[in-house]
């Protein structure tokens, strides 16, 4: 494998950062950042089975967004719930499976609702897996797995022979390959309690643009630069 150049990436995780900067930028209240971003979702989940992508992950909201002011929060959380209202029905019929990745219970009863609903109606789709972290964070992931893991051991099994696969498992993402690249606009350079174990291999790839003016050809170079790197996984 390792003179070999990648195909293309089965599953893509996005950190959509810079949506309130770009708002910003044109003199704009934040919020209409977030609703330009979520314009921008709405075209790149769109791509993503032309460029050969099975699973696509976005952080849409972290478990420390809750610290932004209460009217932004509302903000968002108003925009996912439109976002449902408006795309579900399109989503369904396009075989996207909607999954959440995180702690729904704090996040508002009708946006939970609706949330569970579309997660429920596309459960059985088979096109592209598309994965909203919401209310998510790596360290609080690792850490519900691990209490999973307690809960077995209370019940009588032996710690001692549990593999790194047993507490993969237990993650919100059990069931999913780990990405195979990780996109982040904005142009920070961090990772900001974004699926701290899933992306211990994934190739990084980061640009200046913010996601509001993210486009599918943003996605296509991505990808493109993707497939030239080789991954060697620890080894040479
Ligand atoms: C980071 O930008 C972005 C977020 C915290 C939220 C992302 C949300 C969306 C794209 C809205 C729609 C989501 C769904 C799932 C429908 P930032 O506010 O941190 O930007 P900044 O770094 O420029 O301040």
Redesign the pocket.
């Known amino acids: 494998m390792k003179d070999e150049k990648q195909g293309n990436p089965r599953h893509v995780a996005i ?10 930028a044109q003199g704009l209240p ?1 919020a209409l ?3 330009a ?2 314009e ?2 709405r075209s790149i989940v769109e791509a993503c089975p032309d460029l050969g992508i099975e699973y696509l992950t ?5 478990t420390e ?1 809750w610290k ?1 002011p209460r009217l ?1 929060i509302e903000a ?1 959380m108003r ?2 719930s ?3 209202d408006s795309e579900l029905d399109r989503l369904n019929r396009k075989g996207v499976s909607i999954r959440i990745l995180g702690d729904i219970q704090p996040i508002p009863a009708a946006l939970r609702s609706k949330v569970e609903g579309a997660v429920a109606m596309t459960s059985g789709n088979q096109g592209l897996r598309f994965s ?1 972290a ?1 209310n998510y964070g790596g360290r609080q992931d690792i850490l519900q797995a691990a209490q999973a893991l307690a809960k077995r051991a209370l019940h009588g099994e032996d710690p001692d022979r549990w593999t790194e696969e047993d507490l993969q498992k237990c993650l919100y993402t059990g069931d999913m390959p780990d990405p195979d690249l990780m996109i982040r606009t ?1 142009g ?1 350079l961090r990772i900001s309690n974004f699926l701290l174990w899933q992306l211990a291999y994934s190739e990084l790839w980061t640009t200046s643009t ?2 509001p003016d993210f486009t599918p050809e943003h996605l296509a170079g991505a990808i493109q630069d993707y497939c030239g790197r080789q991954r060697r996984f620890g080894g040479i």
């Not at 976005?58 to 972290?62: E, H, K, L, R, W």
Request: hydrophobic fraction near 40%; avoid cysteine.
């Open positions: 950190i959509m950062d810079g949506n309130g900067r770009w708002a910003q934040r950042g977030h609703k971003g979520m921008s979702l976005v952080y849409a909201f972290s967004n932004r932004e968002l925009l996912m439109e976002y449902i909203i919401l904005g920070d913010y996601w």
